[in-house]
Nanobody, 122 residues
Framework: VPLVESGGGLVQAGGSLRLSCAAS????????MGWFRQAPGKEREFVAA????????NYSDSVKGRFTISRDTAKNTVYLVMNSLKPEDTAVYYC????????????????WGRGTLVTVSS
Protein backbone atom coordinates (compact mmCIF):
# COMPACT_ATOMS: atom_id res chain seq x y z
CA VAL A 1 0.00 0.00 0.00
CA PRO A 2 1.59 3.29 -1.01
CA LEU A 3 2.24 6.03 1.42
CA VAL A 4 0.05 9.09 1.04
CA GLU A 5 1.46 12.50 1.85
CA SER A 6 -0.76 15.54 2.31
CA GLY A 7 -0.83 19.01 3.78
CA GLY A 8 1.37 20.90 1.38
CA GLY A 9 0.49 24.27 -0.06
CA LEU A 10 1.54 27.85 -0.60
CA VAL A 11 2.65 29.80 2.44
CA GLN A 12 4.51 33.05 3.03
CA ALA A 13 7.95 33.08 4.53
CA GLY A 14 7.73 32.82 8.30
CA GLY A 15 4.53 30.82 8.12
CA SER A 16 3.75 27.26 9.15
CA LEU A 17 2.39 24.06 7.69
CA ARG A 18 1.69 20.58 8.96
CA LEU A 19 2.31 17.65 6.64
CA SER A 20 0.75 14.25 7.17
CA CYS A 21 1.72 10.84 5.90
CA ALA A 22 -0.64 7.89 6.12
CA ALA A 23 1.00 4.47 6.06
CA SER A 24 -0.19 0.89 6.29
CA UNK A 25 -0.21 -0.57 9.76
CA UNK A 26 2.50 -3.06 8.96
CA UNK A 27 4.81 -0.44 7.47
CA UNK A 28 4.20 1.98 10.26
CA UNK A 29 4.58 -0.36 13.20
CA UNK A 30 7.82 -1.98 12.05
CA UNK A 31 9.89 0.94 10.84
CA UNK A 32 11.39 4.24 11.67
CA MET A 33 9.72 6.83 9.50
CA GLY A 34 11.31 9.71 7.69
CA TRP A 35 10.54 12.83 5.73
CA PHE A 36 12.58 13.77 2.70
CA ARG A 37 12.31 16.60 0.20
CA GLN A 38 13.34 17.42 -3.32
CA ALA A 39 13.66 21.00 -4.45
CA PRO A 40 13.52 21.91 -8.15
CA GLY A 41 16.77 20.98 -9.83
CA LYS A 42 18.23 19.38 -6.73
CA GLU A 43 18.65 15.89 -5.38
CA ARG A 44 16.28 14.49 -2.81
CA GLU A 45 17.52 15.09 0.72
CA PHE A 46 16.79 13.86 4.20
CA VAL A 47 14.72 16.15 6.43
CA ALA A 48 13.71 14.30 9.59
CA ALA A 49 13.26 10.84 11.06
CA UNK A 50 11.54 9.28 14.03
CA UNK A 51 12.05 5.85 15.56
CA UNK A 52 9.38 3.18 15.86
CA UNK A 53 8.81 4.03 19.49
CA UNK A 54 8.72 7.73 18.75
CA UNK A 55 11.20 8.43 21.51
CA UNK A 56 14.06 9.48 19.27
CA UNK A 57 14.15 11.95 16.40
CA ASN A 58 16.77 13.33 14.09
CA TYR A 59 16.80 16.35 11.80
CA SER A 60 18.93 17.79 9.07
CA ASP A 61 20.83 20.87 10.11
CA SER A 62 18.81 23.02 7.71
CA VAL A 63 15.53 22.38 9.54
CA LYS A 64 16.64 21.72 13.09
CA GLY A 65 14.79 23.94 15.53
CA ARG A 66 12.08 24.79 13.00
CA PHE A 67 10.56 21.43 12.04
CA THR A 68 9.11 18.75 14.32
CA ILE A 69 8.41 15.17 13.35
CA SER A 70 5.94 13.04 15.28
CA ARG A 71 3.92 9.87 14.82
CA ASP A 72 0.44 8.76 15.86
CA THR A 73 0.34 5.01 16.30
CA ALA A 74 -3.45 4.84 16.47
CA LYS A 75 -3.74 6.54 13.09
CA ASN A 76 -0.65 5.03 11.43
CA THR A 77 0.30 8.57 10.53
CA VAL A 78 3.51 10.55 10.63
CA TYR A 79 3.45 14.33 10.85
CA LEU A 80 5.90 17.08 10.06
CA VAL A 81 5.16 20.45 11.59
CA MET A 82 7.10 23.14 9.80
CA ASN A 83 7.50 26.54 11.42
CA SER A 84 9.41 29.65 10.38
CA LEU A 85 9.34 28.50 6.79
CA LYS A 86 11.86 29.92 4.37
CA PRO A 87 11.79 30.13 0.57
CA GLU A 88 14.58 27.54 0.50
CA ASP A 89 12.16 25.06 2.10
CA THR A 90 10.22 25.01 -1.16
CA ALA A 91 10.19 21.41 -2.37
CA VAL A 92 8.13 18.29 -2.83
CA TYR A 93 8.06 16.51 0.51
CA TYR A 94 7.97 12.73 0.74
CA CYS A 95 7.67 10.32 3.61
CA UNK A 96 8.97 6.78 3.77
CA UNK A 97 9.97 4.06 6.19
CA UNK A 98 13.64 4.62 6.66
CA UNK A 99 16.82 3.28 8.13
CA UNK A 100 20.22 4.73 8.78
CA UNK A 101 23.55 2.98 9.22
CA UNK A 102 25.15 5.91 11.00
CA UNK A 103 22.51 8.39 12.10
CA UNK A 104 23.59 10.74 9.35
CA UNK A 105 22.62 9.07 6.08
CA UNK A 106 19.05 7.89 5.75
CA UNK A 107 17.61 5.53 3.16
CA UNK A 108 14.02 5.00 2.13
CA UNK A 109 12.89 1.39 2.32
CA UNK A 110 10.13 1.63 -0.26
CA UNK A 111 9.47 3.35 -3.55
CA TRP A 112 8.60 7.01 -3.28
CA GLY A 113 5.01 8.14 -3.23
CA ARG A 114 3.67 11.20 -5.01
CA GLY A 115 4.74 13.58 -2.28
CA THR A 116 3.17 16.88 -1.36
CA LEU A 117 4.34 20.23 -2.69
CA VAL A 118 5.33 22.99 -0.31
CA THR A 119 5.89 26.42 -1.79
CA VAL A 120 7.20 29.23 0.40
CA SER A 121 6.98 32.71 -1.03
CA SER A 122 9.30 35.50 0.01
Amino acid sequence: VPLVESGGGLVQAGGSLRLSCAASGRTFSRNSMGWFRQAPGKEREFVAAITVSGTSTNYSDSVKGRFTISRDTAKNTVYLVMNSLKPEDTAVYYCAPTESPDGITYYALVAWGRGTLVTVSS
